[in-house]
């Protein structure tokens, strides 16, 4: 059935996910904008023969249509299906051809063809062709980290894309997440978790590959944002990095170091802290002790203790083409 499935939606102009393992194992690098399951209520075969059959069979399945973007069903609806033949057919052919009529029945449904124009347009854009995009960032916060702990982590998320977890942070009022390419990977909506509890469907709108950055939008947030600070981390400066370490049963997490260096490598910059980086800290912001953010968690360096680099958030605004908006001024330092 999967194979019909597949032969006839691309027939009929459907974009077809190109991987040959389950959708629903949702491995790295799947961009798909539905999961389609079926289940079997009815069979019933009225043929004859050992390995060639001719007669007929009915089916009865329950469709079921699900929205990454939406995060629900967006499509569900029970179609009979039948199919008759006179001449003997190989049997593998007579389940195909059988396979065949349920699926083109599911195809010429017009319901069905209505949920998956729903969204299958837009997903993230290569930043080489963005145009600048303005943002209205928070204001600075007043006082320093250890004196707005919880309102500075009220601003950060887990991000959940299908294959992993990792984090992100808002920037933004109007709903704007910063968060690293390989956390979202190829897919168009992720999973958010909020501070407090609850989950929101984010759109990847922007992502650059070579500099591991991805830009995200969800609903506008009335809870606090974080600000870009102006001007360059200094070497020794003291830091804090806010993540989801482990993913979101450790959320919330904030651990402290220094600023150890500022490394440039390939001609690629980094930020360069001995503050403690676990898988799922991907994307978090790296703050100084104001509160304002200095650079994303990228990579930890695996076999070094004491050794993690961070992309400049100068960087990941220029390579993301974001701008402030004028009464959004950067946190000043």
């Known amino acids: 059935m999967a194979r019909a499935f597949k032969e006839e939606s691309i027939r009929l102009g459907y974009a077809s996910h190109d991987e040959d393992s389950s959708l629903f194992e949702q491995k790295a690098g799947s961009g798909t904008d539905f999961r389609l399951g079926a289940t079997l209520q009815y069979l019933d075969y009225r043929s004859c023969g050992l390995k060639d059959l001719k ?20 499509y569900d609806n029970v179609i009979d299906a039948s199919y008759w033949t006179d001449t003997s057919l190989p049997g593998d052919e007579f389940s195909k051809q059988l396979s065949k009529a349920m699926i083109d029945n599911l195809l010429g449904d017009s319901k069905f063809a209505e949920a998956v124009q ?45 294959h992993g ?12 997440l910063l968060t690293n390419q390989h956390v979202v990977g190829d897919a168009k909506f992720v999973r958010i978790r909020l ?12 992502t650059d590959t070579a500099r591991d950055v991805a830009l995200v939008r969800a609903d506008p947030v ?37 600023v150890s260096s500022r490394r440039v490598f ?3 910059a980094f930020l360069q802290s001995d503050v403690a980086v676990n898988p799922g800290n991907s994307g978090g912001p790296l703050l100084d002790s104001d509160g304002s953010v200095l650079g994303l968690a990228q990579i930890d360096v ?17 390579k993301l083409s974001l701008t402030l ?3 959004a001024a950067l946190a000043p330092k």
């Open 55 to 74: 007669g007929g069979a009915y089916s009865k399945i329950k469709w079921e249509l699900f929205s990454v973007r939406h995060q629900k069903v967006v």
């Open 118 to 162: 729903i969204d299958t347009a837009g997903g993230a854009e290569a930043s080489k062709s963005l145009p600048p995009l303005a943002l209205t960032t928070g204001q600075a916060f007043s006082g320093r980290v250890t004196q707005n702990a919880p309102t500075m982590l009220s601003a950060v998320v887990t991000i959940e894309s299908g």
């Open 165 to 176: 977890t990792g984090t992100g942070f808002y920037i933004s009022q109007e709903g704007y």
């Open 195 to 206: 501070a407090g509890g609850r989950s929101v469907v984010g759109e990847v709108l922007r």
């Open 222 to 258: 009335t809870s606090s944002v974080l600000s870009p600070r102006r001007g360059e981390a200094r070497v020794g400066e003291e830091v804090y990095l806010l993540g989801s370490p482990f993913g979101d049963a450790l959320s919330g997490s904030m651990t402290r170091g220094i």
């Open 266 to 268: 390939d001609g690629i």
């Open 302 to 318: 695996r076999g070094a203790k004491g050794i993690a680099l961070f992309i400049p958030i100068e960087e990941a605004l220029d």
């Open 325 to 327: 908006a004028d009464k």
